[in-house]
């Protein structure tokens, strides 16, 4: 089944989730927010552009770092409202250096 | 590294987006929304609690299907606003039957 980019949808600040994932590994990298721009053109090109709310710009991931997201393919949730962006990697997803940008764990210190 | 539950940034609606992986297949089943009340019962009882945007309500996976999702680990990002969850889920995360909520690809019409 495909989905095609006027049924994807976007909320009420024009943004949609993007889980990103190695195609390769399965391993989760991380989650950004695409807006209808965006989206177009990760389609176009082939690698991830986000829209950065923090700096309230368009970005190209691994524009300045090298590390560009080759995309695989977009897979769309039964809600049409999130999507899961699978690539090949150049290099860590992450600032800080790490592969993923999970490389953390919560406490569970919550269990009783 | 660990992060405790005092470290989650929740947005200005008090929820978290949970990226829900199979912790066997590494398939990303879904994703949906935590408030701090369901991340506290997601670590307590060791099974997901998500807030339904829509219903506005606490809502347990599988409460009603039987498909409950147990918790192996949760895994925070770089930033602590979005996490991951990895599971063993009990059957199905999708309402529609399918093993993950991402069942659908997106049209590649956008590229050139």
Not at 11 to 40: C, F, H, I, K, W
Not at 81 to 95: E, I, N, Y
């Amino acid at each position: 089944m495909q989905v095609s980019l006027s049924e994807i949808k976007f909320d009420a600040n024009g943004l949609v989730p993007a889980v990103v994932q190695d195609a390769e590994t399965n391993e989760v990298l991380m989650m950004a927010y695409m807006n209808r721009e965006s989206l177009q053109l990760t389609l176009e090109k082939g690698e991830t552009y986000f829209w950065s709310r923090s700096r309230e710009e368009l970005w190209h991931k691994g524009a300045t770092s090298g590390n560009v997201q080759r995309v695989v393919d977009i897979r769309v949730d039964c809600d049409a409202d999130t999507l899961l962006v699978r690539v090949h990697p150049a290099g860590p997803a992450c600032h800080t250096g790490n592969q993923t940008c999970f490389y953390r764990t919560m406490t569970t210190d919550g269990r009783p």
